[in-house]
């Protein structure tokens, strides 16, 4: 294994499996931190934790032994991989993961970009944009978990962690990779040790990437995985085999815990469309009100594609979590998606499309999922998955981050994952 990266949601480390397997790269996923060694023929592994939203000290043991693993595979280059809104509070946990990270590998001149053009997420004078608006005023702000109300990229990253925070400005990164790695230097030299990056566009994180090369520790969104594997090839490391797909036939059914802007379009598409929907109530989670193995039953019994969704306006989302807390209420959620999708998968469901990243991670941990192989791409940020739960038959998956795709992106989803 030659780059050994580290994701801390499970829809995030499939956006960054999908950039590394266009870009050549032979990569498997793994949830959670794995037991044993991986296949020698993995050229770029991902661990794919579920960090984002604990507590920070959690977070970095995680990381940490995820790191372990990966040095162990033979791993020459890491990555961690963060949202590309940045998802955090003022307390982390990109910040404090960052920072662990890079004293574990003594590494400095660690690069935080968490640019992803394709989903219109750039980074210019160290503010973070999302298409044409300020991420303090895309739509972040309002996120139940990490409402982010700053779009500063350093006063946000200053906030977490006492390690000096620097900046690679856009007049040097148009320049190329050899300016930019003087501006790393530079920034190092002046007592830097995470160093914001501006980028606009694939090419400029190409650029980055190429800058990078034998860089111990990157950070970032997956764009800033673009131009990495460029470097492996260049030393004739990489085998070119790339990754094998297959679709699944069988029942599909769509599961969202996401209340962003973009899945709730989605979930707004999906009921115009006449297709059959199943809502969850928040304070029927918490309460313990709904059986998922009826909810299972009842969308194994549709015609149509199925939605069983909890993507509430945010306003409701808010209530809910005063009444019962905010972690009670994401806890009672997750559980409950988790085992909706053993009964579906149970029941015979070939595909599943899930939106939203806590979600995602609730069903992979539901379902023991250990790896999944990496498939054709649906929408930027979002690949088809196929894994093969123990002691079952194979099952495709989409998992979504909230923000990404578009309106029609559960019947989108469904053709890829059908092989289609």
Not at 7 to 34: C, E, H, I, W
Not at 147 to 168: C, E, K, N
Not at 185 to 203: F, H, K, N, Q
Not at 320 to 327: D, F, K, S, V, Y
Request: charged share 20%; net charge negative.
């Amino acid at each position: 294994m030659l780059l050994g990266c580290i994701g801390d949601d499970f829809t995030g480390s499939s956006d960054l499996a999908n950039t590394l397997s266009k870009q050549g790269m032979r990569v498997t996923q793994y949830s959670g931190v794995p037991t044993a060694p991986a296949d020698p023929s993995v050229e770029a592994g991902v661990v794919a934790l579920k960090s984002r939203s604990i507590p920070a000290g959690e977070a970095i043991a995680q990381s940490l032994a995820a790191l372990d693993w990966l040095k162990a595979q033979g791993c020459t280059q890491f990555l961690f991989k963060y949202c590309s809104t940045f998802d955090s509070t003022p307390e982390g946990n990109i910040g404090p993961v960052a920072a662990a990270l890079a004293e574990a590998l003594e590494a400095r001149k660690v690069v935080v970009c968490p640019v992803f053009p394709g989903a219109g997420r750039t980074l210019y004078q160290g503010h973070l944009f999302v298409h044409d608006r300020l991420l303090s005023e895309s739509g972040m702000e309002h996120h139940p978990l990490n409402p982010m109300t700053d779009a500063d990229i350093r006063r946000w990253l200053a906030r977490q962690t006492d390690m000096s925070v620097g900046h690679v400005g856009f007049t040097e990164v148009r320049k190329g990779a050899a300016a930019i790695a003087e501006a790393l230097t530079r920034a190092d030299a002046e007592g830097a040790r995470l160093i914001v990056v501006d980028a606009l566009s694939d090419a400029d994180l190409m650029e980055i990437g190429a800058a990078l090369d034998g860089a111990p520790l990157v950070t970032g969104g997956s764009g800033i995985a673009m131009g990495l594997p460029e470097n492996f090839r260049r030393k004739g490391l990489l085998s070119g085999e790339g990754s094998a797909w297959q679709g699944v036939e069988g029942p599909c059914v769509v599961l969202s815990g996401s209340c962003s802007t973009a899945t709730r379009g989605q979930v707004a598409r999906h009921r115009e469309a006449g297709l059959p929907v199943f809502e969850i109530a928040a304070d029927d989670a918490v309460a313990g009100r709904l059986d998922p193995q009826a909810i299972a039953d009842w969308a194994l019994a549709q015609d149509a594609r199925p939605l069983v969704f909890s993507s509430a306006d945010p306003e409701e989302v808010r209530r809910a979590q005063q009444t019962h807390g905010r972690e009670t209420v994401a806890a009672a959620i997750e559980t409950l998606f988790s085992a909706i999708a053993r009964a579906l998968v149970a029941g015979g469901v070939g595909r599943l499309v899930v939106a939203g990243g806590e979600t995602s991670g609730a069903v992979v941990e539901g379902l023991d999922l250990t790896s999944l192989e990496i498939g054709p791409e649906i929408a930027p940020g979002a690949p088809a998955l196929r894994a093969v739960p123990a002691g079952g038959r194979p099952v495709a998956l989409a998992l979504k981050s909230g923000n990404f795709g578009g309106v029609n992106f559960f019947a989108e989803a469904d053709a890829v994952l059908r092989g289609h």
